[in-house]
């Protein structure tokens, strides 16, 4: 299923504070989203009210028409399957072996007590079996299927999670500071594959980032965030100093990824796309 996801007037409050204050976007499916901003400015609240974690204080969210605000049980589970999240702590069983933590993803589609009795007792289907192998070879992670999460490096944990929340067959995946414990070299491992989600399966990526020059090289569209409000909402090019400066204030934390081993020929240069 595909849509464009929709904010209207979208606040948050707690007490005195607008975490979120009076936010519309339109994002179309397929678009790979960057969220910036200082810390408190509201980044992961937005996550949250996305995928109906928090409930917001006032405004809409409309999918494909649908108005997801007002969603309730299971049309607001199949709401919350659709939406995978991704957080900085991978959030893995660590005593688990791989390919069960992969698993794990499917059981949110299963209807019914039941059913997911099932798949908790690791009666998981063929197909499931094979999905979840598949989703981990993609991600070159086949050869750990049978290890314990906690034998995994942070950049093959995350990817792990990654697999985890394609079990889900997500229409988004809402991404909150997926890099922020890793060494630049799994960050760039984590951001491959999710650029790779992004572009080869269509999936909407919203993903909260605390570096902006990995905003400005994995996502066509950067939205910048300051006090609960979108202050920036446009392509990596147009965002110039001046509009840096009215996302941070003062300096932006920048530390770059380490570059690439090896440039990108001309002809697979990445299409930037933004609405
Ligand atoms: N559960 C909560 N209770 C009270 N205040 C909160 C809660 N969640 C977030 N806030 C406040 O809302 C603001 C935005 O927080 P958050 O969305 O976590 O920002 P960010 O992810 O950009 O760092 C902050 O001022 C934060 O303290
Ligand atoms: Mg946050």
């Known amino acids: 299923m595909s849509g464009t996801l929709e904010l209207h007037g979208l606040s948050r409050r707690f007490g005195a504070v607008a975490a979120l204050d009076d936010v519309s976007l339109a994002i179309p499916q397929g678009q790979m989203v960057g969220i910036i901003g200082r810390s408190g400015a509201g980044k992961s609240t937005l996550l949250r009210l996305l995928n109906r974690m928090a409930e917001p204080s006032a405004g809409a969210i409309r999918f494909g028409g649908q108005e997801v605000t007002a969603l309730r049980g299971q049309a607001l589970r199949d709401w919350r399957t659709g939406c995978a999240m991704i957080f900085q702590q991978f959030n893995l069983v660590q005593r688990l072996d791989v390919l069960s933590n992969v698993l794990v993803g499917r059981l949110n589609h299963r209807r019914g007590v039941l059913a997911r009795m099932d798949a908790l007792l690791g009666r998981f289907t063929a197909e499931e079996r094979a999905m979840a192998l598949e989703a981990l070879e993609r991600f070159d992670l086949l050869p750990t299927a049978l290890q314990r999460a906690e034998t995994l490096s942070g950049g093959q944990q995350q990817r792990v999670a990654i697999c985890r929340a394609l079990m889900q067959q997500p229409r988004l ?38 570096h902006l020059d990995t905003a400005r090289e994995y996502c066509g569209r950067i939205i910048g965030m300051s006090a609960g409000r979108v202050v920036f909402d446009g392509p990596p090019e147009a965002l110039t100093e001046a509009r840096i400066a009215q996302v941070y204030g003062a300096a932006a934390p920048r530390a770059p990824l380490e570059p690439e081993p090896a440039a990108v020929p001309a002809g697979l240069a990445p299409n930037w796309s933004v609405a």
């Open 173 to 210: 995946i809402l991404a909150d500071e997926p890099i922020a414990s890793l060494d630049p070299q799994n960050a760039r491992t984590v951001m491959d594959a999710l650029r790779a989600v992004n572009r080869q399966d269509g999936i909407t990526v919203l993903v909260n980032l605390h």
